[in-house]
């Protein structure tokens, strides 16, 4: 045979190299499904899942107008994908959290009792499990309270405020919420939830609620110190002493949920708004100011002085708001001045007690009795920081407010809506 006859036309070379490029990207994609199938144990993954959600904002505000026309709110600002307060989310763990603990990296043999037939155990354990967390009711079932160890009649009083804030809110998430499966965003809705096993306690943390002193609190029950009152602002923030939920298996979360007293403590919106722009803004801050102040300045505050603009002190709450109500915010949202709904998620996880922060030390000490608190155990009611500072209520708010358009003043209501219907807040004076 000549040498010229063995040469391939180019119309050959390029038929053979499609060829072995499909068969190629075909072996590919059937090892890609084998693995993920090997890892997860659960088949392949659906990235489509949906997520958690109450009802959008038109259809609550059908009905809000039918009882009460004299408000209009308009459309609630989209809010920036970019947010620092969500950056740490981490639904694809859900999915691989079993996985990830279960020795892949073992040497495998197939003899009896070895790690493949214990991984292949556990892998259908996880299966098992993972099936009935889809198949879980949502929001989880209420359960009555405890009030065996609740001796004293003084707490009666307190006991009915809490069983109609229990029920108001029961009722709201009924008729206004929409919930679909939320198994696939369950660690980063449990992230604000703060565990103590001793008492069986999970504690949603509401910054501006008190949620200094009930870190302190959590802190003594857990054995960490003999009295809240000997416990700094750092050790309680930055100490890191105290278990998150999102920290546990989806086994200890699915099992503390459903058998855990729950606890949130809210406030008004607008009482916690101006609350935490007086403590972040009004005071020097080495985080605050740079990342937040300077940034606010720069875009809200015209013809800036250069110091304002590189140390981001004396951010003006005018300016503040309007960084809040941005749809394109300059830097994301923070969980100090985020809604309640956002941060606890109350129509997904119900709560077994509704605290506020305007009855604050009353109902933290009538639900210490509940959980079998110490007797000597009652909730501190000194101010965490900046004690000199008058306390942020109503008349303090309205100082503020009076820097603002009616038409600012309606856009925060607006923003923190589902915060006050959910919690049946007074509307504020607009």
């Known amino acids: 045979m000549q040498p010229s006859e063995m040469v391939m036309n180019p119309k050959q070379v390029f038929f053979w190299v499609l060829i072995f490029g499909v068969a190629g990207l075909l072996l590919f994609m059937y090892l890609q499904v084998w693995i993920e199938e090997q890892h997860t144990g659960w088949g392949p993954v659906n990235y489509l899942q949906t997520v958690p959600r109450i009802m959008t904002r038109e259809k609550i505000q059908e009905h809000i107008t039918i009882q009460n026309s004299k408000f209009h709110m308009p459309e609630d600002p989209k809010e920036r994908k970019e947010n620092l307060l969500h950056n740490s989310e981490r639904s694809a763990r859900v999915l691989t959290e079993a996985s990830h603990s279960q020795g892949e990296d073992q040497p495998l043999d197939k003899t009896a009792g070895s790690p493949t037939i214990k991984l292949t155990k556990k ?129 200890g979360i699915y099992t503390r949920l459903n058998t855990y007293t729950k606890a949130v403590f809210v406030r008004d919106p607008m009482e916690r708004l101006v609350s935490a722009f007086r403590d972040k803004f009004e005071h020097p801050n080495s985080y605050y100011h740079p990342v937040f102040g300077k940034a606010i300045i720069k875009k809200y505050r015209p013809n800036a002085c250069e110091k ?92 503020y407010l009076k820097d603002l358009t009616r038409t600012e003043r309606q856009l925060i209501y607006d923003f923190y809506y589902l915060d006050y219907l959910m919690f049946n807040y007074t509307t504020p004076f607009l």
């Not at 054995?223 to 700094?232: M, Q, V």
């Not at 030390?361 to 000194?382: M, R, S, T, V, W």
């Open 123 to 251: 892998h259908q354990r996880t299966k098992t499990f993972f099936k009935k967390f889809r198949e879980m009711s949502w929001p989880l079932d209420i359960h009555p309270l405890n009030k065996s160890l609740v001796k004293d009649n003084k707490w009666r009083k307190i006991d009915a405020t809490q069983e109609k804030r229990r029920s108001f809110l029961q009722e709201f998430c009924k008729k206004y919420g929409g919930v679909s499966h939320p198994q696939s965003h369950l660690f980063h809705m449990v992230s604000r939830i703060y565990v103590e096993d001793k008492h069986k306690i999970l504690y949603c943390e509401v910054p501006k609620a008190g949620c200094s002193n009930w870190k302190r609190i959590l802190m003594v029950l857990n054995g960490l110190a003999p009295s809240a009152y000997n416990i700094s602002h750092d050790a309680v923030h930055y100490g890191k002493h105290l278990k998150k939920l999102d920290s546990f298996d989806l086994q």
């Open 308 to 399: 304002a603009l590189n140390n981001g002190s004396g951010v003006k709450f005018k300016e503040f708001v309007h960084y809040l109500l941005d749809s394109h915010r300059p830097v994301g949202m923070d969980i100090h001045w985020e809604k309640v709904s956002k941060l606890c998620y109350p129509c997904l996880i119900n709560y077994d007690f509704v605290g506020k922060f305007e009855t604050l030390e009353e109902d933290a000490n009538y639900f210490l009795q509940l959980i079998g608190a110490p007797k000597e155990l009652k909730f501190p009611n000194f101010k965490d920081r900046h004690s000199s500072d008058e306390r942020t209520n109503a008349q303090v708010v309205k100082q």
